[in-house]
């Protein structure tokens, strides 16, 4: 078996050098138990059993830690140097060119002007000078003769005008009074801080949407060339071709004659176009009334008549075009339409 080994540790002792302080003593070393002799070579084949480790020496004390030194005191501050000598001065330079003119500066405000001298006392007014001597009257003549007319005596010599006294002197003028300073301008007051802006009203409730007045309308043209039998009291004038007539308005089996369903005001315009100028009239009938102011009544022959009106009209009125005025035979145009245009307004 494999002899029990004895194990030898050493302490070791560190120490730290703090400023100046004593260095610390060196621990001593201690021996820890002495190794075991040799056990005996085992037989073999078979490993002998680990022997058991020996109890290891306790550990040698650690040495007291040295003392830090005390801080050395802080050296005097050395002494200031002495100022240095003053360098030599340096030689002059020399003169710069000179510089060039200036301008001429702006001239002075005229000063102002001295006041004008006072004006002399008005002198004294001279005395008056004495009336001149009146000249004696003349003598009166002698009274003439019954029917001729006396002499008239000289007149006598005007006194001399006396002299003219000297303009006296003119008396000093007084002196302006200063003008009172102006008064400085008063602050203006502060602006007003802006009222605050009213709040948006709610938008109204959009009203119910109002009848289409406009559905009530009617076209109609004629382009086939009809031939028309004019009477004295008027025949209507059909009107068969490119209708458009939407609601509230109706057209007679003969397209000539309109009915009216609602009551309010229409814009009513026909256009008669023919194919030989003829000396007829042309107007619009309601109920069996010509319509003021849609008469075309020519003083010669023509090819065409139009006319429009704004008319109100009842509910149940009949509407047709005429033309009248003449016995004659009148044939519609096939390439300018004759045509009426019917709008209800309100």
């Given at each position: 078996e494999r002899g029990v080994k004895g194990r030898v540790e050493a302490a070791v002792c560190v120490w730290v050098d703090v400023g100046r302080g004593a260095q610390g003593a060196v621990g001593v070393a201690e021996v820890v138990g002495e190794r075991g002799a040799a056990g005996v070579t085992g037989a073999t084949g078979d490993a002998g059993e680990t022997g058991v480790t020996g109890v290891a020496g306790a550990a040698g004390a650690t040495g007291a830690a040295g003392v830090a030194g005390a801080t050395g005191a802080t050296g005097v501050a050395g002494a200031t140097g002495a100022t240095g000598e003053a360098g030599a001065t340096g030689a002059t330079g020399e003169a710069g060119a000179t510089g060039a003119t200036g301008e001429a500066g702006v001239t002075g405000a005229t000063g102002v002007a001295g006041a004008t001298g006072a004006t002399g006392v008005a002198g004294a007014t001279g005395a008056t000078g004495e009336a001149g001597v009146t000249g004696a009257t003349g003598v009166a003549g002698a009274t003439g003769a019954t029917g001729e007319a006396g002499v008239t005596g000289a007149t006598g010599v005007a006194g001399a005008t006396g002299a003219t006294g000297e303009a006296g002197v003119t008396g000093a003028t007084g002196v302006a009074g200063a003008t009172g300073a102006t008064g400085e301008a008063g602050v203006t007051g502060a602006t007003g801080i802006a009222g605050a802006t009213g709040a948006t009203g709610e938008a109204g409730v959009t009203g119910a949407t109002g009848p289409n007045v406009t559905a009530d309308f009617a076209y109609g043209a004629n382009t086939s060339g009809t031939v028309i039998n004019v009477l004295l009291g008027g025949a209507d004038i059909p009107f068969?071709?490119?209708?458009?007539?939407?609601?509230?308005?109706?057209?007679?089996?003969?397209?000539?004659?309109?009915?009216?369903?609602?009551?309010?005001n229409y814009y009513i315009a026909y256009s008669v176009?023919?194919?030989?100028a003829l000396l007829v009239s042309s107007r619009l009938v309601l109920n069996g009334a010509t319509v003021a102011g849609s008469t075309v009544a020519p003083l010669v022959g023509v090819t065409a008549f139009q006319a429009n009106v704004i008319i109100p009209i009842t509910?149940?009125?009949t509407l047709s075009v005429q033309l009248f005025g003449v016995l004659a035979t009148a044939t519609l145009s096939a390439t300018a339409p004759t045509s009426i245009t019917i709008i209800q307004l309100s």
């Open positions: 068969p071709n490119a209708q458009d007539i939407g609601t509230g308005i109706t057209v007679n089996g003969a397209n000539d004659t309109f009915t009216f369903a609602n009551t309010g176009n023919l194919t030989a509910a149940g009125s």
